[in-house]
């Protein structure tokens, strides 16, 4: 069922709905970077807060998904990062595809996360975006960078659950409730009454806070 | 008037010209201030030059507050068992040069100023107590920067969020950097180099790896020089001296295009954008085998800035093709080049001028905060050439060749333009874009600052690519890659091109005209 959601936008309906519907993972996981910013980082520092048995490899070889369980790849391109890899856009995207094409032949689910906003949008960003999304088993986006609702679009044509932040901080409570088997377990208390669901075709109504 | 990076820092500046204040006195504050609301970009923990025009002597003037090296630096300081450490320059206790910005800006208010540091630090003091709000410029770079905020600085740090980057409308606090201000305002410029500030200055740079020591920073002084001066048609461009490269780099491209039908061209047409790439990579070249401390060396400014020299590149370069071939040097080619630094224009009632650029080299310097300082430490050892045979080497007390070319370019012997811009080598090329755009093709000095902008440069005698703002028509980068280039499209109005601020004086008109860069938060501020 593809399900869009927007995490922390409204006040009411559907939480457990939408809990039940979440896709679940399992760790170890490895957390790489498509694209060389720095949100590779954010991505691991809230990994280790949620808890999660995590190793961040910003340059993932096939070889480092021995044993790991979920491949979670961070969107986003910087030149400046690009630059200090040693790397061009066609290389960062042949690593990746490989990435990929081995954690597809291995069953190891691929979650996308893009943390970068509006701000880490653009042409390069934007090839490795539809490049890479269609592989994924779900998406976590921070909303302002999908105005233009290209994560959308992707998800809606590739069947991906895509859930959209408000903040970057609001990763932190997702990656608890989708990795629920080690370290982190699911809070009591969690503030569903935040989150709220909309179906498909509702691209319109994507972030606007006006389901 | 005053235009800065941040319009809270421009506001400050306007305030001290409201009271009575000239343009030294607003000149700094808004200075100090962007250590408060842009601190990502300068601070005391970093340096400086600015231009100064005294209105009645008709006279300019130039402060020299660049950082300089430690006593106990070496050329192969940056270098492991034969190999570079690249980290060592950027995000490492060696990265960090002896800071300029404090003592520039207490010589400055001392000599030509008329209000104290109490008063000229208020606004930036308050900003830091009562915070502002983050803005998409501050988040985006907070989050760019995010790694060696955690990796010199911790979760901790007081430029972080709970540990992670600021988000668009969450409110900073700085109430440690609001302590070290009202410290130096009582205790003056010396607690920073001689008292505890200096101790937490060493110790955080001695902890992670550096040699800093509190003798090197007792010994900082900034210096007094004259303008460097270069002629433009009828124009008069007043700018600074080496270490700062930026200025002669701009009379280089500017006595080059001297020689070129420009307004036949039109602004950025394929003919303009070739030429112009061709010319800087000249520059560039020219750079690498000239350009150093001219405190420690002769560089041959005269030669490089003569008339027959420019026409003598301007009739190597050819319209149809590239040459890929310019006087070879030892320029360090970087992939990974990042946005930094800022600028700020004042003007007062009397005319005063003050054109001013400083930095703490990438945005957030080298990520080191000293305890409970809250000011970030610069990383400008990297402004050094990674050859130890360079000219710019790292050596003790030298201070590393800048791009920084605050300026102000005079009419008929008036001041015409005040211009400045950060963004590291793209300086010059993006000022001397601007004033073309405003000089030969007509613009205003908003729309000269707004046009799209595009960079390139030589290494080792060969032609590299051409960066370009996606504004540029695709039938122009066409046009450019029939020639020869490689076009890097980046994003439409990139940082990295620089934030460029302004005045545009039109004396007959009496009316002055502020300009602030979009691609950062620039603001004016005016009475």
């Known amino acids: 069922m593809l399900m869009i959601i927007i995490f922390n936008l409204f006040s009411n309906v559907l939480a457990q709905n939408v809990e039940e519907s979440l896709p679940s993972f399992e760790q170890p996981i490895l957390i790489t970077s498509a694209g060389q910013s720095a949100e590779v980082q954010l991505a691991s520092v809230l990994a280790k807060r949620a808890g999660l048995e995590a190793t961040l490899s910003k340059l993932a070889t096939v070889e480092e998904l021995t044993d790991k369980k979920t491949l979670v790849l961070v969107i986003g391109a910087s030149l400046k990062g690009l630059g200090a890899a040693g790397l061009d856009v066609d290389e960062e995207k042949k690593r990746v595809r490989s990435l990929i094409e081995e954690a597809q032949a291995q069953d190891i689910p691929l979650l996308c996360l893009h943390l970068g906003g509006g701000a880490r949008r653009g042409q390069l960003t934007d090839d490795l975006i539809t490049s890479f999304l269609p592989s994924a088993q779900m998406v976590i986006v921070l909303e302002s960078g999908n105005q233009d609702g290209l994560f959308t679009r992707i998800c809606e044509e590739n069947n991906i659950p895509l859930i959209a932040i408000e903040k970057t901080i609001d990763v932190l409570d997702l990656l608890k409730r989708i990795f629920p088997s080690k370290g982190a377990e699911r809070p009591e208390s969690m503030p569903w009454e935040t989150i709220t669901e909309v179906q498909t075709g509702s691209r319109a109504s994507f972030g606007l806070g006006s389901v | 008037m005053v235009v800065a990076a941040h319009p809270l820092a421009a506001q400050a500046g306007l305030k001290l010209l409201k009271k009575g204040g000239n343009a030294v006195d607003a000149a700094v504050a808004t200075a100090v201030t962007l250590n408060a609301a842009e601190p990502f970009a300068s601070g005391i923990g970093g340096g400086g030059f600015m231009v100064i025009y005294l209105a009645q002597a008709k006279k300019v003037t130039v402060i020299n507050y660049r950082e300089k090296a430690p006593s106990r630096a070496f050329p192969e300081m940056f270098f492991s068992e034969g190999k570079l450490k690249s980290e060592w320059k950027r995000t490492h206790g060696l990265a960090v040069a002896v800071p300029g910005a404090l003592a520039g800006w207490t010589y400055a208010l001392k000599k030509f100023g008329t209000k104290p540091l109490s008063e000229v630090a208020e606004e930036a003091i308050a900003i830091a107590e009562r915070g502002l709000t983050i803005s998409q410029t501050f988040s985006a770079i907070n989050k760019d920067e995010y790694e060696k905020l955690i990796l010199n600085d911790g979760e901790e740090s007081c430029y972080l969020n709970h540990g992670l980057p600021y988000e668009p409308g969450d409110t900073f606090k700085n109430p440690d950097l609001a302590k070290t201000l009202k410290t130096l305002v009582l205790k003056g410029s010396e607690e920073f180099y001689k008292g505890d500030i200096a101790r937490k200055i060493v110790k955080a740079v001695q902890n992670k790896g550096g040699v800093m020591t509190l003798e090197d920073l007792a010994r900082y002084e900034p210096v007094e020089q004259e303008p460097l001066v270069g002629r433009y048609k009828d124009f008069t461009l007043c700018t600074l001296f080496p270490p700062g490269s930026g200025g002669l780099h701009i009379i280089q491209l500017l006595n080059i295009a001297e020689n070129w039908p420009l307004k036949q061209w039109g602004p950025n047409s394929p003919l303009y954008i070739h030429h112009f790439s061709e010319a800087l990579r000249f520059v560039f070249a020219d750079r690498a085998r000239y350009l150093g401390d001219p405190e420690f060396m002769n560089i041959p400014v005269q030669s490089l800035l003569s ?13 149809d093709r590239l040459l ?11 992939k990974d080049e990042t946005e930094n630094t800022t600028h700020l224009c004042v003007i007062d009632k009397n005319g005063n001028i003050v054109s001013l650029t400083q930095s703490i080299n990438h945005f957030f310097g080298s990520g080191i905060v000293p305890e409970q300082t809250g000011f970030l430490l610069n990383n400008h050892m990297d402004d050094f050439a990674n050859d130890p045979d360079s000219i710019n080497a790292p050596r003790p007390g030298r201070r590393p060749v800048s791009s920084m070319g605050p300026l102000i370019l005079f009419k008929k012997q008036e001041p015409f333009l005040v211009l400045g811009s950060p963004g590291g080598t793209r300086i010059f090329p993006s000022l001397t874009q601007i004033i073309l755009n405003i000089v030969e093709f007509g613009m205003s000095l908003d729309e000269a600052i707004e046009a799209p902008r595009f960079f390139t440069h030589s290494s080792q005698g060969q032609a590299r690519e051409v960066h370009v703002e996606s504004r540029i028509p695709s039938s122009v980068i066409q046009s450019l890659e029939g020639i020869g280039h490689k076009v890097i499209i ?22 002055i005209l502020g300009g602030a860069d979009s691609r950062r938060d620039g603001s004016g501020a005016g009475y």
Not at chain 2, 308 to 318: F, L, N, P, T, V
Not at chain 2, 324 to 334: C, Q
């Open chain 2, 307 to 319: 008339k027959a020299y420019a026409s003598e590149i301007a009739s190597k370069i050819q319209p």
């Open chain 2, 324 to 334: 890929n071939s310019y006087p070879s040097g030892s320029f360090d080619e970087r």
């Open chain 2, 490 to 511: 980046r994003q439409a109005y990139d940082k990295y091109f620089g934030g460029a601020q302004g005045l545009l004086i039109l004396k007959e008109k009496n009316l």
